[in-house]
C-alpha cells in the first residue's frame, strides 16, 4: 500500500518538473502551488526531486561544452586576426566621413534653408485659405453693423441668419467667430428694443395726426356727398376715374376717404389731396411687424399692437366736457374718430393678420356704443336748432365717411331720429318765442291797406281771398290783425327748418313727408296751441282782442289746407296717399277759438260782475224813483258797445255771448234779491228794481246780435219777471191755485224763491208793525202774508219729501 503511494508521489513530482520547464516563468505559481497541497512530505521529496533534475541537467550542459569548445577556441582566433584589419578598417571610414562632412555642410545649410522656405510656404497657404473662410464672415459682419447703423433693422436679421446658418459654422472654431456668435443674440434684442420704441412714437404720431387724417377723409366724403349725382351719371357711361385717394384705394374698394370724377378739374382740383401715408409715416409699424415675424414674435407684437390701439381708442371716444357748446367741439371728436379708423383700416388691408377685420368690427361695435351714449348725452345739452342741425350734419358725413371703410352705421341714423325729435323740440322751443314775440306786438286790430301794393304784399305773405274785399277801393281794412300772415309765415320757416333735418338721411320722399307733417302737427297743436291758451288767459287781453283773436284763428284754419299743398309741393307726396298724415291745424285753431270765446263769456260775466257790484238799492225806499238805476244803464250800453264789436265773429259766437251775458245778468239780479244777507225788502224797492228789469227786457227785445227768433232772448229774464209779476200784482191765489200747471201764469216761480223773498217782505211788515197795527188795511195785509207764507212753507216741504 505505502509503495503505491510512493509510486504516485514520484509520478506526481514528475509530471510538475515536465510543467515547469515546459512553462512560461509567469504561469509557474499555481504548479508550484499543488507541490504544497499534496501529502505533509511531497514537498520534502519534491525538492529532492528537484535538486536531482538540476544535477542531470548540468552534466548535460558540461557535456555539450565540452563537444564545442574546440570551435570556441578557433573562432577566437580568427576573431583576433580580424581586429587589425577592423582597426585599419574603421580609421579609412573615420576619415571618409570626415571628408564627407566637410563636404555636405553647405548642402545641409542649404537644405535646411529650402526646408525653412517650403515650411513658409504651406503655413502660407494655410493662412489664405482659413482667411478665405473667414473674410466673408467679417465681411458680412461689417454690413451687419452699417445696417444697424442705418437702421436697416430687418435687412439686419436678414444678415444675422445667413452669419448663424451659413458664414459662422466654417469657422466656428476661432475665437473672434464664437464672440459674434455671443453678440448676436444681443444685437436681436436691441434690435426688438428699437423697433418697439420706433412703434412707440408711430402710435403717438397716429394720435397727433387722426384729428387732420379724419378731417381730410370727412371732407373728401362731403365732396363725395355732393358729386355723387355726376358720378352716377359717369357711372353709367362706364369712365369714371377716381378724383380723390387714400392708401391707393377708392370708396369702392372700402376705402371712401376719396372719391375721383373723371376728367373734370373741381375748384380744389389744384388743391394736394393729403392721404393718410402723406401725414404718417407707416414704415416703422411695418418695420416692426416684419422684425418681430423674423424673430419668430410675431403674436407678441400683435397683441402689444392691439391693447395700445384698444386705449388709445378708448381715448379717442372720450368727449370733452364742453363740446356740446360748439360745433367746432362735434367735429374734432368726429374727426379723431375718423382718423383712427381710416389708419386701422389702412393697417387691415397694408399688413397681413396685424389686425384683421374681426378686431376692427368690435373696435367699431364698442366704439359706437360709445359714440351713440356721448352724442345722446351731449346733444341733450343743445337748446339751438343751429346747432343740432350742424351737429346732424356732421353725423351724416361721419356715418357716411366710416361706411365708405365698410363700417355697418345703421345705429347711427337711427341715433338721428332721436336727435331728429330733439331737434324739433328745440324748433318748437324756438317758434314758441317767435310766436309770442308776434302775439306781444300785434295790435289785434284789422290790417289796414292803403295801396294795390300793400295788399299784394300781405296775399304774397297769407293767402286770402275775399271777393267783397277785393271789389272795395283803397284804403280798406283786411278782417285779420298783422299777426296772422306772421304765423303763417312762420309756420312755413318752420316747415322749411325742419326739412333740412330730413335732408341727407337716406329716407324716402313719403318717410320725410310723414316727418314733416307730424313735426308741423307738433308746431301746430302743442306750441302754437299753447302759445294762443297763453294769449287768450293773459289778463290784459279784453274782449276786442278777444273777438279779433277769434277772427284770426278762423282765418288761420282756413289757411291750413295751403300748409298741406305746400307741403306736398316740397316732397312730391300726394296727400291721397296712403297713410299720409293729415294736419291737425283744424282742431287746433277750432279749439283755440272755443277758448277765446269761453274767456270772452268769462269776461263778459266778469265785467257785468263789475257793474252789478256798482248797484246800491235802498231796499227800504217806500217807493221807486220811477226811473232805472244808473248802474244798470251802463251795464246796457256797455254791453250794446261790446255785442257791436261782434259783428265780424260768427254769428253762433256772438248770439251765445249775448245769451250768456242775459243769463249771467238775470241770475246775478236774482242773487242779489235772494242775498241771505238782505233782511228786508219794502214794495218800493220790489218796483224799483223791476223798472231795472224791464230795460233788461228792452234791451233784449232791441236785438243787440242779429239772428235770435223772436222772444228768445227775453226768454233769459222770464224767471225774474215772473217772479216781480207776482209780488206787483200780489196775485197769490192765481199762484197757489195753478201751482203745478203747465199752463200756470208763474210757472217759472220757485216756492222757496217765492218764499224767501216774501219773508224778507215780512219782516219790513213787522217793523212797521207798531204804526200799522190801527190800520185795517195793513192788518189784513200782514195776515195775507202770513196765510202765504204757510202755503209757500207747506209746498217747499212737499217738494223736499217728494225729492
Not at 519 to 534: A, E, H, K, P, V
Not at 582 to 611: P, V, W
Not at 712 to 723: C, H, K, S
Request: net charge negative; aromatic share 8%.
Amino acid at each position: 500500500m505505502a509503495e503505491n503511494e510512493t509510486l504516485e508521489c514520484i509520478t506526481e513530482h514528475e509530471r510538475i518538473l515536465q510543467e515547469i520547464e515546459s512553462t512560461d516563468t509567469a504561469c509557474v505559481g499555481p504548479t508550484l502551488r499543488s507541490v504544497y497541497d499534496d501529502q505533509p512530505n511531497a514537498h520534502k521529496r519534491f525538492m529532492e526531486k528537484l535538486d536531482a533534475r538540476i544535477r542531470n541537467h548540468d552534466r548535460e550542459i558540461e557535456k555539450m561544452c565540452n563537444f564545442h569548445h574546440q570551435g570556441f577556441v578557433d573562432a577566437i582566433t580568427e576573431l583576433l586576426k580580424v581586429r587589425t584589419d577592423a582597426e585599419k578598417l574603421m580609421g579609412q571610414v573615420t576619415d571618409t566621413n570626415r571628408r564627407l562632412q566637410d563636404a555636405g555642410k553647405e548642402v545641409t545649410a542649404q537644405t535646411e534653408e529650402v526646408i525653412r522656405c517650403r515650411i513658409q510656404q504651406r503655413n502660407m497657404a494655410t493662412t489664405v485659405e482659413k482667411l478665405q473662410l473667414c473674410i466673408p464672415v467679417l465681411e458680412m459682419y461689417s454690413k451687419l453693423k452699417e445696417q444697424l447703423e442705418s437702421k436697416r433693422y430687418y435687412a439686419a436679421l436678414k444678415t444675422m441668419e445667413q452669419l448663424e446658418n451659413i458664414y459662422i459654422p466654417r469657422v466656428s472654431q476661432y475665437r473672434f467667430c464664437q464672440i459674434m456668435a455671443e453678440n448676436l443674440p444681443r444685437l436681436r434684442e436691441e434690435i426688438k428694443e428699437i423697433s418697439m420704441s420706433d412703434l412707440k412714437d408711430f402710435l403717438e404720431s397716429i394720435r397727433k395726426h387722426s384729428d387732420k387724417i379724419g378731417e381730410t377723409a370727412m371732407r373728401q366724403a362731403q365732396q363725395h356727398r355732393t358729386f355723387n349725382s355726376a358720378v352716377q351719371k359717369q357711372a353709367s357711361l362706364g369712365d369714371t376715374k377716381p378724383l380723390y385717394s387714400l392708401n391707393g384705394r377708392t370708396p369702392n374698394q372700402h376705402n371712401g376717404l376719396a372719391l375721383e370724377e373723371g376728367g373734370e378739374e373741381e375748384e380744389e382740383g389744384d388743391e394736394e389731396v393729403l392721404t393718410a401715408q402723406d401725414l404718417v409715416d407707416f414704415s416703422p409699424v411695418y418695420r416692426c411687424l416684419h422684425i418681430y415675424t423674423v424673430l419668430g414674435d410675431r403674436e407678441t407684437f400683435e397683441n402689444y399692437y392691439r391693447k395700445q390701439r384698444k386705449k388709445q381708442a378708448r381715448l379717442v371716444l372720450q368727449p370733452q366736457a364742453n363740446m356740446h357748446e360748439t360745433v367746432e367741439g362735434y367735429r374734432r371728436y368726429f374727426n379723431q374718430i375718423v382718423g383712427f379708423f381710416v389708419v386701422e383700416d389702412h393697417i387691415l388691408h397694408a399688413t397681413q393678420g396685424l389686425v384683421t377685420r374681426a378686431f376692427t368690427d368690435e373696435l367699431w361695435n364698442m366704439a359706437l356704443s360709445k359714440i351713440i351714449a356721448v352724442l345722446r348725452t351731449h346733444s341733450s345739452y343743445c337748446n339751438d336748432p343751429d346747432l343740432v342741425l350742424e351737429l346732424k350734419n356732421l353725423i351724416v358725413i361721419f356715418a357716411d365717411t366710416l361706411q365708405g371703410y365698410g363700417f355697418p352705421v345703421n345705429r347711427l341714423f337711427d341715433l338721428l331720429f332721436e336727435i331728429r325729435d330733439q331737434y324739433n323740440e328745440t324748433l318748437l322751443k324756438k317758434w314758441a318765442v317767435v310766436f309770442r314775440e308776434i302775439f306781444e306786438q300785434d295790435n289785434y286790430s284789422p290790417i289796414p291797406v292803403d295801396t294795390e301794393e300793400e295788399y299784394k304784399y300781405v296775399l304774397s305773405r297769407f293767402p286770402f281771398h275775399d271777393p267783397e274785399i277785393e271789389k272795395q277801393q283803397f284804403p280798406k281794412k283786411l278782417p285779420m290783425s298783422q299777426s296772422v300772415p306772421q304765423i303763417y309765415t312762420q309756420v312755413k320757416e318752420f316747415i322749411y327748418a325742419s326739412l333740412k333735418f330730413s335732408e341727407s338721411l337716406h329716407r324716402s320722399s313719403t318717410e320725410i313727408d310723414d316727418m314733416l307733417r307730424k313735426s308741423t302737427n307738433l308746431l301746430l297743436t302743442r306750441t302754437l296751441s299753447g302759445c294762443l291758451q297763453n294769449l287768450i288767459k293773459k289778463p290784459h287781453i279784453g274782449l276786442t282782442e278777444l273777438v279779433q283773436i277769434i277772427i284770426n284763428t278762423t282765418h288761420l284754419e282756413q289757411a291750413c289746407k295751403y300748409l298741406e299743398d305746400f307741403i306736398t309741393n316740397i316732397t312730391n307726396v300726394s296727400p291721397e296717399t296712403v297713410h299720409t298724415t293729415r294736419l291737425y291745424g283744424l282742431s287746433t285753431f277750432k279749439d283755440a277759438r272755443h277758448a277765446a270765446e269761453g274767456e270772452i263769456y268769462t269776461k263778459l260775466n266778469q265785467k257785468i260782475d263789475e257793474f252789478i257790484q256798482l248797484a246800491d238799492y235802498e231796499w227800504s225806499m217806500p217807493e221807486s224813483d220811477g226811473r232805472a238805476s244808473g248802474y244798470l244803464m251802463d251795464l246796457i250800453n256797455f254791453l250794446r258797445s261790446t255785442f257791436q264789436v261782434f259783428t265780424h265773429l260768427p254769428g253762433k259766437v256772438a248770439q251765445t255771448a249775448c245769451m250768456s251775458a242775459c243769463k249771467h245778468l238775470s241770475t246775478s239780479l236774482m242773487q242779489m234779491l235772494l242775498d241771505t244777507e238782505l233782511k228786508q225788502i219794502s214794495m218800493g224797492a220790489i218796483q224799483q228794481f223791476n223798472l231795472d228789469v224791464i230795460q233788461c227786457e228792452l234791451f233784449a227785445s232791441s236785438e243787440p246780435v242779429p239772428g235770435f227768433q223772436g222772444d228768445t232772448l227775453q226768454l233769459a229774464f222770464i224767471d225774474l219777471r215772473q217772479l216781480l209779476d207776482l209780488f206787483m200784482v200780489w196775485d197769490w191765489s192765481t199762484y197757489l191755485a195753478d201751482y203745478g200747471q203747465p199752463t200756470s201764469k208763474y210757472l217759472r216761480v220757485n216756492p222757496a224763491t217765492a218764499l224767501a223773498l216774501l219773508e224778507k217782505m215780512k219782516d219790513t211788515s213787522k217793523k212797521n208793525n207798531i204804526f200799522s197795527q190801527f190800520r185795517k188795511n195793513d192788518r189784513d195785509k200782514q195776515k195775507l202774508i202770513e196765510t202765504v207764507v204757510k202755503q209757500l212753507r207747506s209746498l217747499v216741504n212737499g217738494m223736499s219729501q217728494h225729492s
